[in-house]
Antibody
């Protein structure tokens, strides 16, 4: 069974870059696409983007100009960078496996506050 | 962007009762629709994909139906552990989620 764990700073200053890493265990990193999803406090879910182990990416059009997702297959990790953050980017950020359209496995989530 | 609208926002039911949740897409998503359950402080869990196929390990009391723009998640007999927020998600064109329905006692 795939297990995912997010890590990174819980507090980011406005205009700076949010950086998170997700560590994958329990399966090969080539078995899925790997995605980031966020959820502002008390609100719904927003897909940010995904990456394949080959480095192929796909980003949400609404965030594309500020998002970079990368993968390190040797460490079984993938990472999110979101630039020029504002208070609107405060959210719980989840990493998840993505295959055939759905998110099968999720990390526990990490709250990132922009302040 | 395809907008997903869920109703009602909150559904109050008693244990053992049937719950019916709706999800409407702003344009057809064929059957590329999934449902997730989220409990407080937890990550979402995949329940249904392809509009009607239960994910691995999901009890038979959860069922999904619909195609095109209108979808339904039915919980046939609510158990105490089913009280949660439910999100629909379309993967026909990009990936978008509904705002959620909270199922409460």
């Amino acid at each position: 069974q795939v297990q995912l764990q997010e890590s990174g700073p819980g507090l980011v200053k406005p205009s700076e870059t949010l950086s998170l890493t997700c560590t994958v265990s329990g399966d090969s990193i080539s078995s899925y696409y790997w995605s980031w999803i966020r959820q502002p406090p008390g609100k719904g879910l927003e897909w940010i983007g995904y990456i394949y182990y080959s480095g192929t990416t796909n980003y949400s059009p609404s965030l594309k100009s500020r998002v970079t997702i990368s993968v390190d297959t040797s460490k079984k990790q993938f990472s999110l960078k979101l630039s020029s953050v504002t208070a609107a980017d405060t959210a719980v950020y989840y990493c998840a496996s993505y295959r055939r359209g759905t998110f099968d496995y999720w990390g526990q989530g990490t709250l990132v506050t922009v302040s | 962007e395809i907008v997903m609208t869920q109703s009602p926002a909150t559904l109050s039911v008693s244990p053992g009762e049937r719950a019916t949740l709706s999800c409407r897409a702003s344009q057809s998503v064929s059957s590329k629709l999934a449902w997730y359950q989220q409990k407080p402080g937890q990550a979402p869990r995949l329940l249904i994909y392809g509009a009607s196929t239960r994910a691995t390990g999901i009890p038979a009391r959860f069922s999904g139906s619909g195609s095109g723009t209108d979808f339904t998640l039915t919980i046939s007999s609510l158990q105490p552990e089913d009280f949660a927020v439910y999100f629909c998600h379309q993967y026909y064109d990009w990936l978008t989620f509904g705002g959620g329905t909270k199922v409460e006692i």
